[in-house]
């Protein structure tokens, strides 16, 4: 009779080969430990709506708006170097256009969408294309003054409604349409910058962000790279405005909110910076959570504040990296 002898064995240990994305798969197993994160990512984000009310469906379309926002804001500032706070001046320019288009042409929202997320991305990049031979605290500045301009220019001018707005536009057709059209664009935008940032263009963005100077020396034009890349995020952006100019029917100074620059970077702390997926998790996790603490009144701010000093003082990685940590720790019986 033979003994058995069993020990435990950490699964991503036999299956990583030297780096993090090189796999060698050798059992359904493991397959299955690779696939089971983004499964659940994917299941979890499209069945939730079937399990909320209509009040709580309209707060996972606003947090969707934000995880856009805060996948932008991830991919300029980790992989790029910008620190763009410009997230609300992408939000109203989508929204106007879309709303614009709608009150004036009578075009439908889900024709006015399209061209607006276009032509917002086009807009909102020529007018930072200046700014982009800036870097750090003076590039974030910059853009965070861009939603301020627009808001009183509009106020000054009294054009596009002026602080009225305006109102009765058109919405999308049903429900269900407006829950699963912003959870499914989340959904391909994050698979699709992952698999962007690991291509060469990717690569030329880190080195852009590490030492520009020696991408430059390459032959490399950094100018056009770093359009792109403002091109992308302000994308995101902008069907996040034209998205929610539909979604309520109205537009209004308000898409120019500051909330739309702040609240992205607290979820990209609060879920993990760099990591991609870590922003768009803490946007679903916070944009509920601001919600929830409303009751309180004023009050909520402070209980929203220490929340976040709570996860800078003591989980500075964010969300996304402690689950990982801990899942790739889990471990397995093996007989020797």
């Known amino acids: 009779m033979v003994d058995e ?3 435990k064995k950490r699964l991503d240990r036999s299956i990583k080969v030297r780096t993090e994305g090189l796999y060698a798969l050798s059992s359904w197993t493991e397959m299955l430990y690779l696939i ?10 499209l069945t939730l709506p079937l399990l909320l009310d209509m009040y709580w469906q309209r707060v996972l ?3 969707g708006i934000y995880a856009l926002l805060a996948l932008g804001f991830d991919l300029l500032a980790e992989y ?3 620190v763009c706070l410009g997230g609300a001046f992408f939000i109203g320019s989508g929204g106007y256009i879309s709303g614009l288009l709608n009150a004036h042409l009578g075009w439908s929202a889900l024709f006015c969408i399209p061209i607006a997320t276009l032509g917002g991305a086009i807009f909102s990049t020529l007018v930072l294309i200046p700014a982009l031979r800036l870097r750090g605290i003076y590039f974030a500045i910059i853009s965070f003054m861009f939603p301020m301009f627009a808001r009183y220019i509009i106020i000054a001018l009294s054009i596009f409604g002026g602080t009225e707005g305006i109102s009765a536009l058109g919405t999308l057709p049903n429900v269900w349409t407006e829950i699963y059209l912003i959870l499914v664009v989340v959904i391909i935008a994050l698979f699709a910058i992952r698999r962007l940032v690991n291509e060469d263009i990717g690569l030329i963005l880190r080195g852009i962000k590490d030492n520009d100077q020696a991408v430059k020396a390459s032959g490399i034009n950094i100018t056009s790279y770093k359009i792109k890349a403002v091109f992308i995020a ?4 902008s069907f996040g405005g034209a998205y929610l100019s539909h979604l309520y029917g109205w537009l209004g100074i308000s898409l120019f909110a500051m909330d739309f620059s702040i609240l992205p970077i607290a979820a990209s702390v609060m879920g993990g910076m760099g990591t991609l997926a870590g922003p768009v998790l803490g946007a679903f996790a916070l944009t509920p ?3 929830a603490l409303r009751g309180f009144g004023q009050l909520r701010v ?7 000093i709570g996860f800078i ?5 964010g969300l996304l990296n402690y689950f990982q940590r801990k899942y790739h720790q889990f471990e397995l019986w093996e007989t020797v």
């Open 80 to 82: 790029v170097g910008l």
């Open 234 to 237: 302000s994308l995101l952006g």
């Open 5 to 7: 002898t069993r020990r």
């Open 289 to 291: 959570l601001s919600e």
């Open 61 to 63: 379309c606003a947090a």
């Open 313 to 317: 003082v003591y989980k500075p990685e």
């Open 36 to 45: 089971l994160p983004r499964a659940l990512l994917i299941v979890g984000l």
């Open 302 to 308: 402070v209980i929203y504040c220490f929340i976040l």
